[in-house]
């Protein structure tokens, strides 16, 4: 299983970016899949997570109202829009899956990791 990240980049305050998450690697779609993040000089943080079918969402509550996370089983594709974005969004955001069908509440569940991809907000 494969996962590949990318969309990251550099932002100004208040602009919006989407990062996306293609799966390869896997014939089913019974695992949920998250977004995390990790500044410098930070730990990893959850950003957001979905069930399989996309039918169920978390958020953290740093980036509720501004983030929204999805998923297209058809594109094998996860996505994380950012709106509103702030200088302390700026991080290697990471997706990751998980086995089962709704998210994990332990990051360490998620069995799968995607090489991670740079957003930069300036103010």
């Known amino acids: 299983v494969q996962l590949q990240a990318s969309g990251g980049g550099s932002v100004q305050a208040g602009d919006s970016l989407r990062l996306s998450c293609t799966v390869s690697?896997?014939?089913?779609?019974?695992?949920?899949m998250g977004w995390f993040r990790q500044a410098p000089g930070k730990e990893r943080e959850f950003v957001a997570g979905?069930?399989?079918?996309?039918?169920?969402?978390y958020v953290a509550e740093y980036v509720k109202g501004r983030f929204t996370i999805s998923r297209d089983n058809s594109k094998n594709t996860l996505y994380l829009q950012m709106n509103s974005m702030k200088p302390e969004d700026t991080a290697v955001y990471y997706c990751?899956?998980?086995?089962?069908?709704?998210?994990?509440?332990?990051?360490?569940?998620?069995?799968?990791w995607g090489q991670g991809t740079l957003v930069t907000v300036s103010s």
């Open positions: 990751a899956s998980a086995p089962g069908r709704y998210t994990p509440s332990s990051m360490a569940s998620y069995a799968f």
């Open positions: 979905v069930s399989w079918n996309g039918g169920v969402t």
């Open positions: 690697g896997r014939t089913d779609r019974d695992y949920a």
